[in-house]
Structure formats: structure tokens, C-alpha cells
């Protein structure tokens, strides 16, 4: 037991001296004499553990998708959005690149055109699929734009993740990364991500019956300023597209009976009439309006969450 758990910390000791010198100078420029140097170890040693240096090429990359899945799997239960999951994704990742060199040779040998050898799927493949679902799941979830192309927007994060840390990698710390890739989100999150539907409730029920005008003024001073046609300004104008919509929803919101009353809830709660009434009410419309209540059994245990909290 002993002897193996030496062979496995002596296996780890090699592979982490390769990944840093692989980092630092690249795989074509270092040698099997560099690693056992580096490691401390002899020849006899890393050899049990790898015939050549395509294996621990190999044996890091096998690593880096690993902990692509772990943490996916990991914020998979933690309730965020599919949205916010692929992002914490990026930068935890991102993170271990700070923390080890694992992951920063990992991304050097796949970006050097070193080999990836099956069953190990080639890693930009495996986190655009990852991407894959959690865009599709987003976009199920009313948090991006429902008219994308999933693939190719999921390619384009890979692209730009990738480009993002090769880029930084080259003309800055390391440990700027996070915030290199907190500029990324920004630059996405603008294209990608529709104004919400409760933000589109709020905008409709306080500007009122003045919203819809406003939002056709704002449409036809923009044709106005660039010359375009209203039809070319809308094209290009997601913010108007995405709260004309919630113009729709707000007249379908509207007309639909409520699903409590004042009288009920102060019914129900024993509380009098007053402003607390009202604020509960429009709690509840806010509520049905975005989708998180659709029952009066719904609503009513919506209010008494919020009294008793």
C-alpha cells in the first residue's frame, strides 16, 4: 500500500514538472532530461510511469478534461442558471490555470497541435459541447435570445475563451486572467442576452400606456439619426425587439382575471386594508407575469412566504 501510494505522488510529481516546463517553453523545447531534472526524479522512475513524452502530453491533457467535467458536475446542482453555470465554468477554470500548471500546459499542448489520442476527446470539443447544452438550456430559459444558433454561438465562446487565454497568456500575468475574462462576458452578455422579462414588466408597468409610444419614438429618431429605413433600425435594435415583445406579454398579463384579490388575502392573512395590500398584489402580478407563479394556491403561498419572511 505504501509503495503504491509512492509510485502514484512520484507519478504526480512528474507529470506536474512537465506541465510546468511545457507551459514555460513549450513542448517541442523540452526534453526527457528537462522533466526528470525538474522533477528530482531518475530516468528508471519516469520511465515506469511513461514510455515516452507524447504519454505525458497525454496524461495532462487527460487531467485538464477532467477537471472540465468535475467542475461542470460540481455547479450542475448548486441551482444557478444555465447561463450563470457556463460562465462560473470559464472562470474556474480559469482559476486553476492561476493556481497550477496543469491546466495552462493542457491549453498549450492543444493550441500547439501536439496529438489527442481516443478515447480522450480533443478538449476544445468537449467544453463546445459542454457550451452546447448549457446555451440550449439558457435559451429554454428565456435567458438568451431564442432566435441563436446554439453551435455556432457555443463555438464562438470556445473561440474566444481560448483566444482570450492564449492572448493573455503571452503579454500579461497569469493571474489577469479572471479579469480578461470578465471583459469577455461583457462583450457576449450584450449580444447574446435579451432584456429580461421582468425587467420588461417593470418597464411597461411604470412608464404605462406612455411605454409603447416611446419605445416607436425611440425606433424612429434612431431611423432618423443614420438614415436607415425603421426596418433596417429594428433589425439592428434588439433592445426595442426584446420590450415591444413585453408589450405583447404586458396586454396578455393585463387581460387575464388576477389570481388573488385584496379581499382574499386579507381573508386569508387577517391584515386590513392598506398599502401592504397593494405591494402584495403587484408582488403577485409581477410574479405571474414572469412565469415563476400561474396558481392562485401559488400566489397565495407567494404572500405567505413573503409575511412570514
Known amino acids: 500500500m505504501a509503495r503504491q501510494l509512492r509510485a502514484e505522488q512520484t507519478r504526480a510529481t512528474i507529470i506536474t514538472a512537465a506541465a510546468d516546463l511545457f507551459d514555460r517553453h513549450g513542448y517541442e523545447s523540452t526534453s526527457?532530461?528537462?522533466?526528470?531534472?525538474?522533477?528530482?526524479?531518475?530516468?528508471?522512475?519516469?520511465?515506469f510511469h511513461f514510455?515516452?513524452?507524447?504519454?505525458?502530453?497525454?496524461?495532462?491533457?487527460?487531467?485538464?478534461?477532467?477537471a472540465l467535467r468535475e467542475v461542470a458536475g460540481d455547479l450542475d446542482g448548486q441551482g444557478y442558471s444555465s447561463l450563470e453555470t457556463l460562465m462560473r465554468i470559464t472562470f474556474s477554470m480559469a482559476r486553476l490555470s492561476v493556481e497550477g500548471p496543469i491546466p495552462r500546459a493542457g491549453l498549450r499542448l492543444t493550441t500547439g497541435g501536439v496529438e489527442v489520442r481516443p478515447p480522450l476527446q480533443h478538449p476544445f470539443t468537449e467544453f463546445r459541447d459542454v457550451a452546447s447544452r448549457k446555451l440550449l438550456g439558457a435559451v429554454k430559459e428565456s435567458d438568451l435570445h431564442t432566435d441563436i444558433d446554439v453551435d455556432a454561438v457555443a463555438h464562438s465562446v470556445v473561440s474566444f475563451y481560448v483566444g482570450t487565454r492564449v492572448v493573455s497568456r503571452s503579454l500579461e500575468p497569469v493571474g489577469r486572467q479572471p479579469r480578461r475574462l470578465a471583459e469577455?462576458?461583457?462583450?457576449?452578455?450584450?449580444g447574446l442576452v435579451p432584456v429580461t422579462r421582468r425587467a420588461r414588466y417593470r418597464f411597461f408597468r411604470d412608464l404605462g400606456e406612455d411605454a409603447r409610444d416611446l419605445l416607436l419614438?425611440?425606433?424612429?429618431?434612431?431611423?432618423?439619426?443614420?438614415?436607415?429605413?425603421?426596418?433596417?433600425?429594428?433589425r439592428r435594435s434588439p433592445v426595442i425587439r426584446d420590450l415591444l415583445t413585453g408589450w405583447r406579454e404586458?396586454?396578455?398579463?393585463?387581460?387575464a382575471p388576477p389570481l388573488v384579490r385584496g379581499e382574499d388575502v386579507m381573508e386569508r392573512f387577517g391584515?386590513?386594508?392598506g398599502p401592504e395590500?397593494?405591494?402584495?398584489?403587484?408582488?403577485?402580478?409581477?410574479?405571474?407575469?414572469?412565469?415563476?407563479?400561474?396558481?392562485?394556491?401559488?400566489?397565495?403561498e407567494l404572500v405567505r412566504a413573503q409575511l412570514a419572511g
Open 271 to 273: 391584515i386590513g386594508p
Open 51 to 66: 514510455a515516452a513524452k507524447e504519454d505525458l502530453a497525454h496524461a495532462i491533457m487527460e487531467l485538464q478534461s477532467r
Open 277 to 300: 395590500v397593494g405591494r402584495l398584489l403587484e408582488l403577485v402580478d409581477e410574479e405571474r407575469a414572469v412565469g415563476t407563479v400561474s396558481t392562485r394556491d401559488e400566489a397565495l
Open 217 to 234: 419614438l425611440a425606433l424612429a429618431d434612431g431611423a432618423g439619426v443614420t438614415g436607415e429605413s425603421p426596418l433596417a433600425t429594428w
Open 32 to 47: 526527457l532530461s528537462d522533466i526528470v531534472e525538474h522533477a528530482q526524479v531518475t530516468k528508471g522512475a519516469l520511465y
Open 250 to 255: 404586458e396586454q396578455t398579463a393585463t387581460a
Open 184 to 190: 469577455m462576458w461583457y462583450v457576449l452578455i450584450r
